[in-house]
């Protein structure tokens, strides 16, 4: 096992001007440590490598709630997709990101610590052709906190399409499942 660069970033919670196309441009086809320390110098390496060795590279985000974790993998997907010259795949994080709200609806839910706080892992694949320009993208889930469905802490909510699906039971596609308000439903979702 090689573990190669450890980059630590903080979430400012606020936009930067440190991740548009010029940046982009400015690390694009950089050696690593001949500039700072940035989200696009990991991706840029991870890229070389891939290219130069024609090897699978991981780039792992991990953080805490909060920390930034979905900004920063777009990010890299935005920075493989504009170095990589992907002409009709340079939205792919576009289209992995559109994919979001139905993950975070059942994946996600209010914790004491964060409103929309990941109960689960997300593992993104990018897929690259020949000449190392993005083909497509896959997305897996993992470790899914199950026992929220049955029990929530003081303070805490079940998965946000709990409440989605209850905000709905008026609607006809909906009738069928006969729920009630979330108050009422809230140890019967399973």
Partial sequence: LVVGIILVAI???KQLPIYGDAIIHAYSGQNMGDM?????AVAEEAYKQMARNNKNQSIIVSGESGAGKTV???YIMRYFATVSKSSSNTHVEDKVLASNPITEAVGNAKTTRNDNSSRFGKYTEISFDQ???IIGANMRTYLLEKSRVVFQSDNERNYHIFYQLCASATQP???HLKLGRSQENNLLFI
């Fill in 11 to 13: 979430n400012p919670y």
């Fill in 36 to 40: 700072d320390p940035h989200i696009f």
């Fill in 72 to 74: 920063s993998a777009r």
């Fill in 131 to 133: 000449s190392y320009q």
């Fill in 173 to 175: 596609e909906f009738k």
